[in-house]
């Protein structure tokens, strides 16, 4: 009987943030450990699935930077890196869209499908919803930068009750164009921002950002970022993530939270309970 009173205890505990997220939107960005584990996938899908429920509107953000790789070695496709952002070949990109947006995007929608939830596969190029530029040709090839998200579109997608799962794949502006390779962060920023999100949660393999002791840092302001990045604590594959919660608290989303994805139901766990998990990063 405790057991069951602890039970009930947890759900009380809980309703005020479920009252609170009620109806809005919050953007997801679902990589690292959590997009490859076999378990950490079903936990994923429930997790969607419960916020789905009771209320809140997910839209999912993925990337697929390993299995890009891995099947570009498989086809013995040569792929390099400046500056830890790969360049995209038009080689490239047709196997990046491959992977992306026709195996990684309809085993999430799938998966979510299967748990009972409404999910659909985009990428930016459904409906030109995304569209992009070179980031500088001449260094990444086909890498680009996002200059328009037509929000019109993923909102129609939410009020019809879906749950849209989104390919970072950007339309180029010429007739035949591939397309342009889009890093999963920036996108989900750019996506959050355009579509009015509350929230935006960045799943990683790292249990947030920590200082130089290595201990987390559980909330963060918009300044304390900068000084952090400028001394060097945040560094490496940290500094595009809390680059992108910068600019989506800049385009007007309430938080940006960057949480361990190897944490089973670590997105409950920052939704609903006070203590969150992870880092919060606030203007």
């Known amino acids: 009987m405790q057991k069951k009173i602890e039970t009930v205890k947890t759900l009380l505990d809980a309703l005020p943030f479920i009252k609170e997220f009620n109806k809005e939107i919050v953007v997801i960005k679902y990589g690292g450990s959590a ?21 809140i509107k997910p839209v999912i953000i993925h990337g697929g930077g390993k299995k890009i790789t891995d099947m570009l070695d498989a086809l013995n496709i040569d792929t390099t890196f400046i500056e830890g952002q790969r360049v995209t070949t038009k080689e490239v990109m047709r196997i990046a869209e491959m992977i992306l947006s026709g195996e990684i995007n309809k085993e999430i929608v799938s998966l979510l499908n299967s748990h009972g939830a409404k999910a659909i596969g985009v990428s930016g190029k459904d409906a030109h919803f995304i569209s992009g530029e070179p980031k500088d040709f001449e260094k990444w090839g086909l890498t680009g930068n996002i200059t328009e998200v ?6 129609k997608l939410i009020d019809d009750k ?13 007739l035949g ?38 201990e987390l840092l559980s909330s963060l302001t918009e300044d304390e970022v900068i000084a952090l ?17 910068l600019e989506a608290i800049d385009g007007g989303v309430a938080k940006a939270h960057i949480i361990d994805g190897r944490l089973e139901h670590s997105m409950l766990l920052e939704l ?7 880092t919060e990063i606030v203007k």
């Open 35 to 55: 997009q490859t584990s076999p378990q950490l996938k079903e936990k994923f899908a429930e997790d969607i699935l419960l916020m789905y429920l009771v209320g």
């Open 150 to 155: 037509k929000a019109s579109v993923v909102h």
């Open 162 to 174: 879906f749950i849209p799962v989104i390919a970072p794949i950007a339309a180029g502006s010429e």
């Open 177 to 214: 164009h591939p397309g342009y390779n889009i890093n999963a962060d920036l996108a989900a920023s750019q996506v959050a921002k355009a579509i009015g999100a509350n929230k935006i949660i960045f799943l990683t393999d790292t249990p947030g950002v920590l200082n130089k002791d290595k």
């Open 229 to 245: 990045k400028k001394d060097g604590t945040i560094h490496g594959g940290m500094v595009p993530k809390v680059d992108a919660c």
């Open 272 to 278: 609903f309970t006070s203590a969150g998990v992870g």
